[in-house]
């Protein structure tokens, strides 16, 4: 099998469904052999990684709760102990909680803060550790970040706003050995958490430029540019796969 990330070993953080699952697939699609990391769908983790196989590439699965900092560097030294090396990290696990100000309990912003902000700090920190020249870190944030259409997203707003800070702060300290650091922002994407059929579906689709809902391909696509030779002059960049809705 030949393709861009042929040889290439990725790691996407939670893997097993929605936007991460899609991204999984497509890396593999594209020659690399995958780890994907997963909480509690054990079982749709190991579809993901059969379907990795059946691309002809190597794939596992491996348990961590991203809440747990030393499951997410336990993740990434297993897959380089399991695959031998590590080329692309993609920070993908994430949590929204939602609701007003008011209502946000201690464990609330504990629980998203830890997920969504020192999970992939983490995880960057543990993979930067073990990546030569071309290695590729690539986050999935959120629109939210750049337009809060909506009451009730403060808390998680505030969790993916810091993986700005994250993603250009990283690209200048990497930049020397490499190694690029990009955030993908996407929109209204149709998941098990947010699908394009759901009672919030309508209010979304209708902020963005297009008029619908994305797919977790279309944000695969773009990490799939980023972590190929199309990506190679591409760091500290906020990209924003959202079908208008921040324009």
Known sequence: MTGQLYGKVALVTGGSRGIGEGVALRLAEDGADVAVTYRDSGDRAAEVVDRVK???????????????PEAVRDAVRRTVGDAGRLDVLVNNAGIGVLGPLAEMTPQDIDRVLHVNV????????????????????????????????????????????ALTGLTRSLARELGPRGVTVNLITPGPIDTDLNPADGPAADPQRALTALGR???????????????GEGGRYVTGAEIAVDGGFAA
């Open 213 to 227: 809902y994305g797919l977790p391909w279309d944000v695969a696509a773009m990490v799939a540019h980023l972590a």
């Open 118 to 161: 020192r999970a992939p700090f983490v995880a960057c920190q543990e993979a930067a550790a073990h990546m030569a020249e071309g290695g590729r870190i690539v986050t999935i944030g959120s629109c939210v970040a750049e337009r809060a259409a909506f009451p009730g997203s403060v808390l998680y707003g505030t969790s993916k706003a």
């Open 54 to 68: 059946a691309l002809g590439r190597r794939g596992w699965a491996v348990r961590a709760d991203a809440a747990d």
